[in-house]
């Protein structure tokens, strides 16, 4: 099935649309899509539910994802599966276009589920396709916004981190001088033991040998 969007490069005028697909065949879009143009697509899928009697989103849907280049021999850029919303990028490599296709399958046991016959058969697609720079700027924002965020709080770790290093080596340096100040104090203790015995001792001999002349006197 091809579908022609010309107005998607004017994203400004026309950014979202959704569409029905019925079956487990494609449903692609053609674009011509200048070289280098930066393309970001959200989508979402969504089965009708009878109990809300309204589309709604489930676990069970998923959506196959392909975008090839219809003048390269229909090279293939993309090929993703996703869940029952989710994004793709791409780059175009060369001026030309691309075809764009979604292929839904569901587990959800829904008789008829993507039987034209039935009625809200099928699945419902909303896509919003954002095509250009300042389109891609502005769509991720956020992201670049958290990015920011991060590396500050990365920063402010480190900064954190550099602060117990800068304390732990002040304690080790205070810890160094009290075990050289300590180590000093005990020579010199050893020191003053040591002068003390030798005068002790020199003390003791001069008086034993004062005691011995005195004996050999008498």
Same mark, same amino acid.
């Given at each position: 099935?091809?579908?022609?969007?010309?107005?998607?490069?004017? %994203?400004?005028?026309?950014? %979202?649309?959704?569409?029905?697909?019925?079956?487990?065949?494609?449903?692609?879009?053609?674009?011509?899509?200048?070289?280098?143009?930066?393309?970001?697509?959200?989508?979402?899928?969504?089965?009708?539910?009878?109990?809300?009697?309204?589309? %709604?989103?489930?676990?069970?849907?998923?959506?196959?994802?392909?975008?090839?280049?219809?003048?390269?021999?229909?090279?293939?850029?993309?090929?993703?599966?996703?869940?029952?919303?989710?994004?793709?990028?791409?780059?175009?490599?060369?001026?030309?276009?691309?075809?764009?296709?979604?292929?839904?399958?569901?587990?959800?046991?829904?008789?008829?589920?993507?039987?034209?016959?039935?009625?809200?058969?099928?699945?419902?697609?909303?896509?919003?396709?954002?095509?250009?720079?300042?389109?891609?700027?502005?769509?991720?924002?956020?992201?670049?916004?958290?990015?920011?965020?991060?590396?500050?709080?990365?920063?402010?770790?480190?900064?954190?981190?550099?602060?117990?290093?800068?304390?732990?080596?002040?304690?080790?340096?205070?810890?160094?001088?009290?075990?050289?100040?300590?180590?000093?104090?005990?020579?010199?203790?050893?020191?003053?033991?040591?002068?003390?015995?030798?005068?002790?001792?020199?003390?003791?001999?001069?008086?034993?040998?004062?005691?011995?002349?005195?004996?050999?006197?008498?």
């Amino acid at each position: 099935m091809r579908v022609l969007l010309p107005l998607l490069m004017l %994203a400004s005028v026309a950014r %979202a649309l959704y569409f029905y697909i019925d079956g487990v065949n494609a449903k692609c879009f053609f674009e011509e899509l200048p070289k280098d143009t930066l393309v970001v697509g959200h989508y979402t899928a969504e089965e009708w539910d009878d109990n809300l009697q309204a589309w %709604a989103k489930h676990d069970g849907i998923s959506i196959y994802i392909s975008v090839e280049e219809v003048f390269d021999n229909d090279h293939r850029v993309v090929s993703q599966r996703g869940a029952s919303s989710g994004r793709f990028t791409f780059t175009a490599a060369d001026a030309g276009e691309h075809r764009i296709c979604f292929t839904p399958s569901s587990s959800s046991g829904r008789p008829g589920w993507l039987s034209s016959v039935q009625p809200n058969g099928g699945i419902k697609l909303t896509l919003d396709l954002a095509i250009g720079s300042s389109e891609i700027e502005s769509t991720d924002k956020t992201k670049l916004i958290d990015i920011s965020q991060r590396v500050r709080d990365l920063n402010s770790r480190l900064q954190d981190i550099r602060r117990e290093q800068i304390f732990q080596r002040e304690r080790e340096a205070e810890f160094r001088d009290q075990s050289e100040s300590t180590n000093s104090r005990v020579v010199r203790w050893m020191f003053i033991q040591v002068v003390v015995l030798g005068i002790t001792c020199a003390w003791q001999l001069s008086h034993l040998r004062s005691f011995f002349i005195k004996q050999k006197l008498t």
